[in-house]
């Protein structure tokens, strides 16, 4: 059997595109912040797109977004 690679969640930040609402097809990694603090107290949605989300909440809080420069290529 073989197994499926499964890809790191930096690079679904890179590729994956917001679902729906304001900024609907909007690359995750290009979400405001405003946005993502929003939603860290609303609550962010169930599944891995909310995964996702408060990943990029939390890299963008720490200042860490250059870690996705090279991804972004």
Excluded: Q
């Amino acid at each position: 059997m073989t197994e499926k690679k499964k890809r790191s969640p930096l690079v679904d930040l890179v590729t994956m595109k917001m679902p729906f609402g304001k900024y609907e097809g909007r690359f995750l990694c290009d979400l405001p912040e405003y946005y993502l603090v929003w939603y860290h107290t609303k609550g962010f949605p169930a599944g891995k797109l909310g995964m996702l989300m408060s990943t990029m909440y939390e890299i963008k809080l720490n200042g860490l977004e250059y870690l996705l420069k090279p991804l972004r290529k």
